[in-house]
């Protein structure tokens, strides 16, 4: 059984549609499964057609900043005509993680904005160039 970091809670496997009622389809998670608290929601999505989690479970700030740093740095690969793999290896380089540890769905806080500012400033620097 997982216990919550936020609150001591239970941690349970719910399938995607008891959080996004009929939204779920619409969203394209109608088969998709979610780890989430029962008593202060905190939870993480799974990976598309599995039941392992995306990361580690998180409030509603942190799952919004997890977003907003997820479309900074896709917007910045893309832009940057790099492959989804090369991304996530200057990430784990630029971030001094292990590749293994280098995925938005595990940071906190702090890590989500320093990404976000690694990739601003790399824009930055190629827009003076």
């Given amino acids: 059984m997982k216990i919550c970091r936020y609150c001591g809670g239970v941690i349970r496997l719910v399938p995607a549609s008891s959080i996004y009622g009929e939204s779920a389809e619409r969203l394209g998670m109608k088969e998709e499964w979610l780890y989430q608290c029962q008593n202060c929601n905190a939870r993480v999505g799974c990976h598309k ?3 392992r989690p995306l990361g580690n479970v998180a409030n509603e700030v942190l799952r919004l900043k997890r ?3 997820h479309q900074v740095f896709d917007k910045f690969w893309r832009a940057k005509r790099m492959s ?3 991304a996530y290896r200057w990430l784990s380089e630029q971030m001094e993680l ?3 540890k280098a995925h938005i769905g595990g940071f906190e806080m702090e890590q989500c904005q320093r990404l976000i ?3 601003r400033k790399e824009q930055k620097t190629e827009v003076a160039s």
């Fill in 98 to 100: 292990p590749e293994s």
């Fill in 84 to 86: 989804r793999t090369k």
């Fill in 67 to 69: 977003m907003e740093t």
């Fill in 49 to 51: 057609g599995t039941k």
């Fill in 117 to 119: 500012e690694l990739c």
